[in-house]
């Protein structure tokens, strides 16, 4: 059965540690995860003064004249770091379909705590994952999102251990897949809109995440999902986070989850609705070396393994050279 809406879950049966709660918060995400990839998490733990801190700090940072902002521009198209300008990126790109660029404008760091002197972080494989984070001069700003980064990597292992539960594996399973992962925080600024948009533009276009789940908060409506052909709102619900699939996820369960087309929507131009949109969103990408191997639970004769094994690292990497095919020097999220 599809899910025609996005579902809201309470995590507390989880987190409160009876084993019923958690086989009742497991069974939700797995319904979720198989029909609509999209699900509202609440009771999430991640603290209120936390996530406003740095809603309002990087509201401050996108609200710098532009050559502040470019003082902390993108060090390299193969390094996702730093700041990416109004209509530089299109998601859409990672779909083969070239499309203009989108209306917002991003900030994103990796790791922040990368072992000085720790040959796996500087091996040929760890590629650009590691590449130092370039911050603007606020230390309040840094100190902000390191700290939220390191709380959406906890809430990412709480998350990826419910989805162990749910496809009847131990609880633990993924945990030293993703002891070193490599996951990105951006924050995404969509500005008010002051003119038409360009036939097909959007705030973000139509796309998939890469990794193993996405987790968001957005400060408004706009965001919406695929399901059985329609666009469906995702349903906008304060204090809460939205969590989805990625590509990769969905090839490691063999296809059971998907991972869903979304996008943001523009407002229209002549209403209140038209404010300005701010986003935290934590791409989570397990260890670059962890490989990816379609479950043996997700398979059976009807259904072999439809992909063949492939390494974390190797797989976002994929998606970043499908985009350069197409011309563009920027990568999608
Ligand atoms: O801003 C949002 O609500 C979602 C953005 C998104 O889907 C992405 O950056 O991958
Ligand atoms: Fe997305």
């Keep these: 059965m599809t899910l025609k809406t996005v579902p809201i879950i309470d995590l507390q049966p989880y987190f409160s540690g009876t ?115 370039v911050w603007p001069a606020d230390p309040a700003f840094r100190a902000a999102s390191t700290e939220y980064f390191a709380a959406m990597s906890d809430l990412s292992r709480s998350l990826m251990r419910i989805f162990a539960l749910a496809l009847d594996l131990p609880e633990t399973w993924f945990d030293d897949k993703i002891d070193r992962h490599i996951s990105m925080f951006r924050v995404l600024s969509y500005p008010r809109l002051t003119e038409k948009a360009l036939p097909g533009q959007l705030r973000a276009s139509a796309h998939s995440d890469y990794g193993s789940l996405t987790i968001v908060l957005p400060d408004g409506p706009g965001l919406q999902v695929t399901t059985e052909g329609q666009w469906v709102d995702v349903p906008h619900v304060p204090g809460s986070f939205v969590v989805n699939l990625g590509d990769l996820m969905m090839q490691w369960t063999n296809d059971r989850w998907v991972s869903t087309l979304h996008r943001v929507v523009n407002p229209p131009i002549d209403s209140p609705e038209n404010r300005k949109r701010q986003s935290l969103v934590f791409f989570h990408q397990p260890n670059y070396d962890a490989m990816v191997e379609c479950l043996p639970a997700c398979q059976s004769a009807e259904e072999p393994a439809k992909y063949a094994p492939i390494s974390s690292g190797d797989h976002l990497l994929s998606k970043f050279v499908k985009q350069t095919t197409f011309g563009g020097t920027k990568l999608a999220a």
């Excluded at 390299?76 to 070239?98: F, H, I, N, P, T």
């Excluded at 660029?101 to 590691?130: C, Q």
């Design 19 to 133: 084993p019923e709660g958690k086989a009742a918060v497991a069974r939700a995400v797995d319904e979720a995860c198989r029909s609509i990839g999209f699900l509202v998490i609440t009771n999430h733990q991640i603290p209120k003064e936390l996530v406003d801190r740095v809603s309002a700090l990087s509201q401050a940072f996108f609200a710098l004249p532009l050559p502040a902002k470019r003082a902390v521009d993108r060090p390299r198209a193969d390094m996702v770091r730093g700041y990416s300008a109004v209509a530089e990126e299109s998601l859409s790109y990672s779909m083969e379909d070239a499309a203009p660029g989108d209306l917002k404008e991003s900030f994103s760091i990796g790791p922040t705590d990368v072992p000085a002197g720790d040959p796996y972080y500087a091996e040929a494989n760890a590629g650009p994952h590691f590449a130092p984070n």
